[in-house]
């Protein structure tokens, strides 16, 4: 077989893969037993709803058309819900799509990035792929945003300082303060990306209005959302940037697909947009269930972040992976985190009622065993 490895920049040879959930046709082939809970993708369980169905079908009969490249209709409604003009927005194939963007039109080799730690893994993987560095801050004991750490990490090559809120595996939320004061010394040099997938799920008194707070700052922002978690739209890959700068989305256009999302995909966003009920019908539930799985964990032993997502990050004492592992024999899927020191962490989704029975049983008969 012909060696390609020369081929292969060392950068992107060297980089770690992406840790996916299993997808519920691979776990079965590999497992051969029904899944109960799949809980490792922050998935939303609740069916679509009859109007984004219908949506959806409305658009198949034009499949062989291509879709509006710069998916101008849904830009303009997303700018509208925050006083944006449509050429301050950017369309995705999920937000992640966006990361990897804004780093192709930002990074070159040696600039340096800041994030969290733990975090979503693109958010240090896309900075690695370009050349760049990346340093990790860890959060605060108490899991708190590590503000002053996030601040002291800044260098004259930062161009990016990057995190979610609520955090992505651990789910704390930056308060408005702390971000504030992190605006304070950041320039037009250094852009910030405020990375929100999770954002529908914040409860008062955390939850502000990001794109308000940022609008006043002296460097350039994004704020990154998206249509997988809190609307279910997962597999239709939809995710959405509200940027500072006109000219910055013109750059990040340049540099990722033409066609991000597809024809059915943007059909059922724009649809989802139409139904403002929706948000109130998902979250409030898991919300609710959020609260049963913390607990339940708590009153085995567990100790668990504060999440203001739809998923709960907790500390197994033993190998992730093994839990992961040995629950995945009894059908219940969640994610074994992968990045140091969090390597005893597992998160687990929100999900269904009855997935969030099955996942505590499981894991109560598993935590019995050993």
Same mark, same amino acid.
């Given at each position: 077989?012909?060696?390609?490895?020369?081929?292969?920049?060392?950068?992107?040879?060297?980089?770690?893969?992406?840790?996916?959930?299993?997808?519920?046709?691979?776990?079965?082939?590999?497992?051969?037993?029904?899944?109960?809970?799949?809980?490792?993708?922050?998935?939303?369980?609740?069916?679509?709803?009859?109007?984004?169905?219908?949506?959806?079908?409305?658009?198949?009969?034009?499949?062989?058309?291509?879709?509006?490249?710069?998916?101008?209709?849904?830009?303009?409604?997303?700018?509208?819900?925050?006083?944006?003009?449509?050429?301050?927005?950017?369309?995705?194939?999920?937000?992640?799509?966006?990361?990897?963007?804004?780093?192709?039109?930002?990074?070159?080799?040696? %600039?340096? /990035?800041?994030? *969290?730690?733990?975090? =979503?893994?693109?958010?240090?993987? @896309?900075?690695?792929?370009?050349? &760049? #560095?990346?340093?990790?801050?860890?959060?605060?004991?108490?899991?708190?945003?590590?503000?002053?750490?996030?601040?002291?990490?800044?260098?004259?090559?930062?161009?990016?300082?990057?995190?979610?809120?609520?955090?992505?595996?651990?789910?704390?939320?930056?308060?408005?303060?702390?971000?504030?004061?992190?605006?304070?010394?950041?320039?037009?040099?250094?852009?910030?990306?405020?990375?929100?997938?999770?954002?529908?799920?914040?409860?008062?008194?955390?939850?502000?209005?990001?794109?308000?707070?940022?609008?006043?700052?002296?460097?350039?922002?994004?704020?990154?959302?998206?249509?997988?978690?809190?609307?279910?739209?997962?597999?239709?890959?939809?995710?959405?940037?509200?940027?500072?700068?006109?000219?910055?989305? %013109?750059? /990040?256009?340049? *540099?990722?697909?033409? =066609?991000?999302?597809?024809?059915? @995909?943007?059909?059922?966003?724009? &649809? #989802?947009?139409?139904?403002?009920?929706?948000?109130?019908?998902?979250?409030?539930?898991?919300?609710?269930?959020?609260?049963?799985?913390?607990?339940?964990?708590?009153?085995?032993?567990?100790?668990?972040?504060?999440?203001?997502?739809?998923?709960?990050?907790?500390?197994?004492?033993?190998?992730?992976?093994?839990?992961?592992?040995?629950?995945?024999?009894?059908?219940?899927?969640?994610?074994?985190?992968?990045?140091?020191?969090?390597?005893?962490?597992?998160?687990?989704?929100?999900?269904?009622?009855?997935?969030?029975?099955?996942?505590?049983?499981?894991?109560?008969?598993?935590?019995?065993?050993?």
């Amino acid at each position: 077989m012909t060696k390609v490895s020369n081929l292969i920049r060392k950068d992107v040879a060297d980089l770690p893969k992406y840790n996916a959930g299993l997808s519920l046709d691979r776990f079965q082939a590999m497992y051969g037993i029904p899944c109960l809970a799949k809980l490792d993708s922050n998935e939303n369980p609740t069916p679509l709803s009859e109007a984004v169905l219908a949506a959806m079908q409305s658009v198949l009969a034009s499949a062989n058309r291509y879709p509006d490249a710069g998916a101008m209709h849904l830009r303009t409604l997303l700018g509208q819900r925050v006083g944006l003009t449509a050429d301050q927005v950017i369309i995705g194939n999920g937000s992640e799509d966006l990361i990897g963007a804004i780093y192709r039109a930002i990074l070159t080799p040696g %600039d340096h /990035v800041v994030t *969290v730690c733990p975090s =979503f893994g693109l958010h240090e993987f @896309a900075a690695l792929s370009m050349g &760049a #560095t990346a340093a990790k801050v860890p959060f605060n004991d108490d899991w708190s945003f590590p503000t002053d750490g996030l601040i002291n990490a800044i260098t004259p090559r930062t161009r990016i300082v990057i995190f979610s809120s609520p955090s992505n595996p651990a789910g704390p939320v930056i308060l408005k303060e702390d971000l504030n004061k992190i605006l304070s010394v950041l320039d037009e040099n250094t852009l910030l990306i405020f990375d929100e997938a999770y954002g529908e799920f914040v409860a008062e008194p955390y939850a502000f209005d990001s794109v308000a707070a940022l609008a006043e700052a002296i460097c350039p922002w994004a704020v990154l959302r998206t249509f997988s978690k809190a609307y279910g739209l997962a597999g239709l890959r939809v995710g959405y940037g509200y940027i500072s700068h006109a000219e910055l989305v %013109d750059a /990040v256009a340049k *540099v990722r697909n033409p =066609f991000t999302s597809n024809l059915v @995909a943007l059909a059922a966003a724009e &649809a #989802t947009l139409a139904e403002p009920e929706i948000l109130a019908s998902t979250v409030a539930p898991l919300t609710e269930r959020r609260k049963l799985l913390s607990d339940g964990l708590e009153a085995m032993g567990f100790h668990c972040a504060p999440s203001q997502a739809n998923f709960v990050f907790f500390d197994t004492g033993r190998p992730a992976t093994d839990v992961a592992e040995a629950l995945r024999k009894k059908g219940v899927l969640v994610k074994a985190w992968l990045e140091e020191p969090y390597t005893q962490f597992v998160r687990v989704s929100v999900g269904s009622a009855d997935e969030v029975s099955a996942f505590l049983n499981a894991l109560r008969q598993i935590d019995n065993q050993s």
